[in-house]
Structure formats: C-alpha cells, structure tokens
C-alpha cells in the first residue's frame, strides 16, 4: 500500500515540477505515472552503478557530483519517454532538486503515516 501511494504522489510531485519550472514537461497524469515508476527504476538500477563508477570524482567534489548523477537519471527518463520532456541538462538539473525536494516532503509524510505506534 505504500509503495502505491509512494508512486501515486511521485507522479503528482512530477506534475508539480512542471508547474513550478516550464524547462520540464509532463502531458497528463498517465505519463506522469509512468515518468515516475520509470526515474524509480532508474535511481534503483543504474545510479548505484554510476555513483560507484563515479566514486573520485563525488569525493573531490565532496559529494556535489551526486547532484549531476540525479539530473542525469532525470535526464534520461525523458529520453526514453514519449510524455515526459526536459529542455536540456540544466533544466534535468533544476527539475531533479525540485522533485528531490519534493520527494524529502512525500517521504516525511509517509513515514509518518505508516509509522508504527
């Protein structure tokens, strides 16, 4: 049950984000829904892959490459997706710390309400 209000309010962040900044697009919830699941997939199977390979880099810059590595997931979610666009890796960049962002409120919010008493 988390898990799908996790996904139902990632797709809504989505949407927020395209509010919010015009360099990122989203056409209707229905891609919303699956540009979320899609970033979801990616932040699990290819940014562990790329922060471990990108490991000196993160450290000399003392973790603000980790930022890029999240633009970059966002960045290619809208590659592979027909709804989703973003204009460019600074707007991947800028639409990524939003949703990040936004992502920390849904996370608090849950962990609030699934907490056990």
Known sequence: MRLLIKWLLSALALLAVTYLYSGVQVTSFPSALIAAAVIGLLNMIVRPVLVVLTLPVTIVT???FLFVINALMFW????LLAGFHVNGFAAALIGSLI???LGVIIETALGGLFSKR
């Open 99 to 101: 949703y990040s962002v």
């Open 76 to 79: 290619a979610a809208s590659g």
């Open 62 to 64: 003392l973790g603000l």
